[in-house]
């Protein structure tokens, strides 16, 4: 099956500054990319998505990028607010959807 | 608003008894219904594939017999957990894929105590 894998674990920001997280996956299969956002006991909220025919997706301050053949895809956020601190989740699907590992992101004040 | 509701969103139970989780789709109907167990700080990990009218699949190391569930319906579906033990403490939690994209909605998760 899928296999994903995300880094870094933790990643902590300054306010204003730009945060990446990164994610690859091993079925060349996959072809939808979502991205997850969860507080602290809350259900994870899709907060970005890419399929494999779009190398780069941008949605206000967020973005996601795709290299189908390296099989990476990076999840940017710019200008960060205390508010964008959760557990952020990459996911890779070909039939069902598997997650990576999840990235804990604190933005400092 | 939330599109998938969960219930209950906590439970405690002893060991040994049954505990019955709900997710249900709001104003859409879902054919496939997703069941994950997330451990604390970790990521979630798919359990079962939850099918109306027909049986679960379910992920490799996942006791069925253990976890049973019942798409019931096209907004429906249930995950008991059968003579729980405290290692089945954890976070359980469902989702469904909506519109022709197939976007996939979260419950709002089952904190599962089991004494």
């Known amino acids: 099956g899928e296999n994903v894998e995300q880094h870094p674990s933790t990643l902590s920001v300054q306010e204003g500054d730009s945060a990446v997280i990164k994610c690859t996956y091993s079925?060349?299969?996959?072809?939808?990319f979502p991205w997850y956002k969860q507080e602290l006991g809350k259900r994870p909220q899709l907060i970005i998505d890419?399929?494999?025919?779009?190398g780069e997706k941008k949605d206000q301050r967020i973005a996601v990028t795709l290299n189908k053949t390296a099989k990476h895809f990076s999840l940017h956020i710019t200008e960060t607010q205390p508010e964008d601190s959760a557990v952020y989740f990459c996911a890779a699907r070909a039939n069902n959807l598997f997650f990576g590992t999840g990235t804990r992101l604190t933005v400092i004040p | 608003g939330a599109v998938v509701s969960q219930h209950p969103s906590w439970v405690i139970c002893k060991s040994g008894t049954s505990v019955k989780i709900e997710c249900r789709s709001l104003d859409f109907q879902a054919t496939t219904m997703f069941w994950y167990r997330q451990f604390p700080k970790q990521s979630l990990m798919l359990m079962a594939t939850?099918?109306?009218?027909?049986?679960?699949?379910?992920e490799q190391g996942v006791e069925k017999d253990k976890f049973l569930i019942n798409h019931a319906s096209l907004t429906l579906s249930t995950l008991t957990v059968t003579s729980a033990h405290p290692e089945d403490s954890s976070f359980y939690i469902c989702?469904?894929?909506?519109?022709?994209?197939?976007?996939?909605?979260f419950g709002s998760g089952t904190q599962l105590s089991v004494l």
């Open positions: 890419i399929r494999s025919n779009v």
């Open positions: 079925d060349s299969a996959s072809n939808y």
């Open positions: 989702s469904a894929p909506r519109g022709r994209d197939e976007k996939l909605f």
């Open positions: 939850s099918n109306e009218g027909s049986k679960a699949t379910y």
